[in-house]
């Protein structure tokens, strides 16, 4: 396979633009962005997309309080939610908003094309709906009334409605996923997708009119979408579909929150087959968890919702970007501390890693005239420290790939520890008098780990690891440069420039009081 051909597609949820983006809005993108950024620097070709959910009741009515028209307030909304993307560090990628025309016609599409195969159909609707999260509940399914979800109100509903004939795929999904468990993950997700599936699977009502803040349905006058069949279609539309020009990226990786898996793994897939894609063709769904907060749900009425940009404005974006990777197992539930926030910098990035790297390159800077130190011999200890990054990068790919990102962590700071552990049984500064070229010769085989851990860490942090980089004079090397490398990955001789620390210990809360 040529290196351009090999392609990928990540995607987070498109989000309702009806509050300030935080802390659980910019995780999945932040996840989406590690996996787009390692994926690039791994050599693919990287379609990365997010974006705004604008339709459905619950917009229309958050505009209506506030007094504007439901273009005017989405407008004004979505806005807020790109700008996570400077305070997050987030490479490049489309940003879907549904109100725009491109994306209307595709659903528009995707509704024509369920509609020909004999899967759309009229009737009349009655049942319980719930605005805060744009979904059917039947009696039996609501807890004291209430959606069994969100713990929101429910309204009665009754109307003439379109209906998709998601019954028709039920033993079909069931099926797929026996033979394709890999379509949903973790695994105790696709549990829960298959309990759903194995109970009973009604279809569902696709279409409103009791108000017109969506996508008209194509010759259903009165009638818009339901915001689900609307908002799912959108990873279709980044790609231009029907077109199949960009569909070179196609299936590829939703990434989404655990509540919203089933849109994600029975509706979605089944609207793809019923509108004529082949099971080779449906994407995969990785579910990931919950933020808490000091062991709190996030809520605007508790007043302890986390704010990504006074986050990183405090603490900085790599600091808080490794964080949210390395605290929580990708796919569960988490707590948010910013005491565990400054544990973790300081113990992982300040301790382990910063001061290694500084420690290691100033003492080139100072004593090895600020070039690449030449190797000596290796002895056993040199051997065994070098060979325990033959496959490193390999590791940390198959941990993106399976979107564990903790894992990939994990095997890039064992090297890290392994790093510390073989500086303090060599102790170079000792050699510096009576064996120069000693010193010189454990400061290089450090330097030849720092490389892989550097390049591995990018997508991570990509601002501290550019600067590492530089002070190993490696900007320019892929990971594939690294794997393939048959000799050193450094050059004898080469200037350096000055190095400066990267992550300086943060003073816990206490302290500084
Ligand atoms: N608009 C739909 C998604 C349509 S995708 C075709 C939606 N939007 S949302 O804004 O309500 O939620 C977007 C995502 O944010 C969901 O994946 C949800 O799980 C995630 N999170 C919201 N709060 C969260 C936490 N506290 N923690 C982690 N993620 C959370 O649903």
């Known amino acids: 396979m040529t290196q351009a051909s090999k392609k990928a597609y990540i995607t987070t949820p498109i989000y309702y633009p009806s509050g300030k983006p935080h802390l659980g809005s910019a995780y999945t993108t932040l996840a989406a962005d590690i996996y787009a950024r390692f994926k690039r620097l791994d050599g693919f070709d990287v379609k990365f997309s997010t974006g705004t959910d604008e339709h459905g009741l619950k917009l229309q009515r958050a505009a209506e309080k506030e007094g504007l028209t439901p273009q005017a ?5 979505s806005d807020m939610f790109r700008e996570i993307e400077p305070i997050m560090n987030i490479s490049e990628h489309t940003f879907i908003r549904t109100t725009e025309d491109y994306h209307q016609k595709t659903a528009q599409v995707m509704w024509q094309k369920l509609e020909e195969a004999g899967y759309i159909y009229k009737d009349s609707y ?10 059917y509940y039947t ?24 209906f998709f004939k998601l019954s028709a795929f039920r033993d079909k999904l069931l099926d797929l996923y026996e033979r394709r468990p890999e379509l949903v993950q973790p695994q105790s997700r696709l ?16 279409s409103r009119t009791t108000f017109d803040w969506g996508v008209p ?16 279609t959108n990873y279709l539309s980044v790609l231009g579909w029907p077109n199949e020009d960009n569909m070179g990226y196609w299936p590829g990786v939703h990434l989404v929150g655990k509540d919203i898996l089933r849109f994600h793994s029975v509706y979605w897939p089944a609207m793809l ?4 894609l082949t099971e080779e063709q449906l994407p995969v769904v990785y579910a990931h968890g919950w933020w808490t907060v000091d062991g709190d749900k996030m809520s605007k009425s508790k007043g302890n919702v986390v704010d990504p940009e006074s986050l990183t404005r405090e603490y900085s974006r790599d600091i808080v970007r490794y964080f949210l990777m390395r605290e929580v197992p990708f796919g569960n539930d988490g707590d948010f501390s910013e005491t ?3 544990e973790r910098t300081n113990s992982d990035l300040a301790n382990a890693l910063g001061n290694l790297f500084q420690r290691v390159l100033s003492m080139v800077a100072k004593n090895c005239e600020a070039k690449v130190p030449t190797l000596g011999e290796l002895d056993a200890a040199d051997k065994e420290f070098l060979d325990g990054f033959k496959g490193m990068v390999n590791d940390v790919r198959t941990h993106i790939d399976n979107l564990q990102f903790h894992k990939a962590l994990d095997t890039i700071w064992s090297r890290v520890h392994a790093a510390n552990a073989y500086m303090d049984a060599k102790q170079p500064w000792t050699h510096k008098k009576e ?7 454990i400061l290089r085989v450090l330097m030849e780990g720092f490389v892989p851990i550097a390049h591995t860490l990018d997508a991570f942090m990509p601002e501290s690891m550019a600067r590492v980089k530089e002070f190993l004079g490696t900007s320019e090397m892929t990971l594939t440069d690294i794997e393939n490398a048959e000799g050193y990955l450094l050059t004898d001789g080469a200037e350096l420039p000055k190095p400066e620390g990267v992550f300086p210990r943060i003073q816990p809360k206490e302290e500084a009081a």
């Open 273 to 276: 087959m019923g509108a004529g």
């Open 435 to 441: 064996n120069p070229e000693l010193m010189a010769h």
């Open 191 to 206: 549990n829960e997708v298959v309990g759903f599936l194995k109970g009973e699977v009604r279809d569902i009502s696709i």
């Open 217 to 232: 349905v194509p010759n259903g006058p009165g009638h818009v979408m339901y915001v689900w069949i609307d908002a799912l």
């Open 126 to 135: 009655a049942g319980w709906y719930c605005i805060s999260d744009e979904s």
């Open 340 to 342: 565990r926030l400054i």
């Open 139 to 162: 009696e039996e399914e609501l807890v004291d009334g209430k959606s069994p979800m969100s713990g929101h109100p429910v309204e009665w509903m009754e109307e003439e409605s379109y």
């Open 73 to 77: 307030y989405v407008d004004k909304m």
